[in-house]
């Protein structure tokens, strides 16, 4: 079996602009920078205490115990348990406030997490957001039969990804994710690019059983709204599509 790298496509905007200065004939005055702006502060599900912005040095410490699954640098080896590299703080917060509360059912997780105050969980959140993930490589095999019969598996998911399905009963994952999946923080939409094909298999499978993460108003159930028509087939091309996913400048930084 082959396999081949997907790239994201960033495109960087600049410009720049020259202004003609007369000499100064008297010194320059130098004023001090104003003070920063006291971070946001939040309150998360699980204790309904608030929190500050993460501390990404504080939360290396707490996250050491996450390590022995999810990686030192969130880059974990087992594909059963996702990459948590480069996801966004506040979304790490929240899941760990959905197992805290026993929203997100896991029992592992709720072991980890009820522990964990409202603080812990954005410190947690901001060292592996301060972390790069690393992407895998998608499969490019030819699909021998059915619907979607001479395509490669990554053509097939990276379509769904990009524009949904054509009779619109699944949109396009870039719509929320982006077009590298970086995902929106502000919007609390996950970053995907990289993550293990068999963790998001899984997750899509279960979205499209209908499980939902959270209860009454702090539901979230759009992906098993999304997943709901989706072929095994589409599930495991959108899921080895996504492993490669990654953003073209990452790619030249890479040593």
Not at 112 to 129: E, I, N, P
Request: charged share 20%.
């Amino acid at each position: 079996m082959k396999f081949t790298r997907i790239l994201g496509v960033a495109a960087v905007l600049a410009a720049a602009v020259a202004v003609a200065q007369e000499p100064a004939t008297e010194p320059a005055t130098v004023s001090a920078a104003p003070e920063a702006a006291p971070a946001p502060v939040e309150t998360l599900e699980a204790d309904n205490a608030t929190a500050h912005r993460g501390d990404a040095q504080a939360g290396a410490g707490k996250a050491a115990v996450c390590a022995a699954c999810h990686g030192m640098d969130g880059n974990s080896a087992d594909p059963q348990y996702p990459k948590l590299a480069g996801q966004h703080e506040n979304y790490i917060a929240r899941q760990l406030a959905l197992y805290k509360s026993m929203e997100r059912q896991n029992a592992i997780m709720l072991g980890f997490s009820a522990t964990l105050s409202a603080q812990d969980m954005r410190d947690v959140g901001a060292y592996f957001a301060s972390q790069k993930v690393v992407p895998g490589v998608a499969d490019d095999s030819v699909i021998a039969e059915g619907p979607n019969a001479g395509r490669k598996f990554y053509e097939v998911g990276e379509r769904l990804y990009r524009f949904g399905k054509a009779d619109g009963s699944v949109p396009a994952c870039a719509a929320c994710h982006g077009p590298s999946g970086a995902g929106n923080p502000g919007s609390a939409w996950p970053s995907l690019r990289g993550q293990h094909a068999g963790y998001t298999a899984n997750a899509l499978t279960a979205f499209r059983d209908g499980a939902v993460w959270g209860k009454g108003s702090n539901a979230n159930a759009i992906m098993s709204g999304v997943a709901a028509s989706l072929t095994d087939e589409e599930i495991q091309a959108l899921a080895t599509y996504i492993e490669g996913l990654h953003d073209v400048a990452d790619e030249v930084a890479a040593p």
